[in-house]
């Protein structure tokens, strides 16, 4: 998601440039290895373990669920296809709305992210900063899980505890 124009500048500034492609979980395990071994770490960190023990076999809902997943406001702008964060969230029970639209992050009107009648509409601290005063007025009466974004789209060793922390921010959601 960098700019080809800044890849190039580092590549002509003599800046090594590793190219990572996480779109899943599991691309996630191989993409750290990669970053690692071109790092020159030799040990495989025992994070790196605990992060993939993690996701064996992650906390689901009691029930799937639809979401939007809104990344930004002004304009709206929403998960789309092909995502690490909707891996993610499927892994723990939730289907989310875009996922099939041509675009990664496609930009949706608000009254058509309300239209599509979402179970749930998920959102997180990043890249924008959803908080309890910024953003679930938009979706009323939708019930909204306040998540933190580093759990949801970062990959390395918050996806150890990512599971357990997404899985209760979701269930709070309905309570």
Do not use: I, K
């Not at 124009?5 to 996480?22: K, S």
């Not at 023990?53 to 930004?72: D, I, N, Q």
């Not at 007025?137 to 918050?158: D, I, M």
């Amino acid at each position: 998601e960098n700019r080809a124009a800044d890849l190039d500048a580092l590549r002509a500034a003599g800046v090594h440039v590793l190219l990572t492609e996480v779109r899943d979980v599991p691309a996630s395990f191989r993409e750290l290895t990669r970053v690692l071994d071109a790092c020159g770490v030799r040990t495989r960190p025992r994070w790196l373990d605990e992060v993939e023990a993690a996701w064996e076999s992650p906390p689901r809902l009691p029930r799937r669920v639809t979401a939007v997943v809104p990344v930004w406001r002004r304009p709206w702008m929403v998960l789309g296809r092909d995502t690490f964060a909707g891996d993610v969230l499927a892994r723990l029970g939730v289907d989310h709305l875009y996922a099939g639209d041509p675009d990664r992050y496609p930009r949706v009107p608000l009254d058509d992210l309300r239209a599509g009648a979402p179970d749930v509409v998920v959102l997180p601290d990043e890249p924008y900063r959803f908080t309890a005063a910024d953003g679930p007025e938009a979706f009323a009466p939708l019930p909204c899980a306040l998540v933190s974004g580093r759990h949801l789209t970062w990959y390395g060793p918050s996806l150890a505890e990512a599971p357990q922390v997404l899985s209760g921010a979701l269930r709070a959601a309905f309570h």
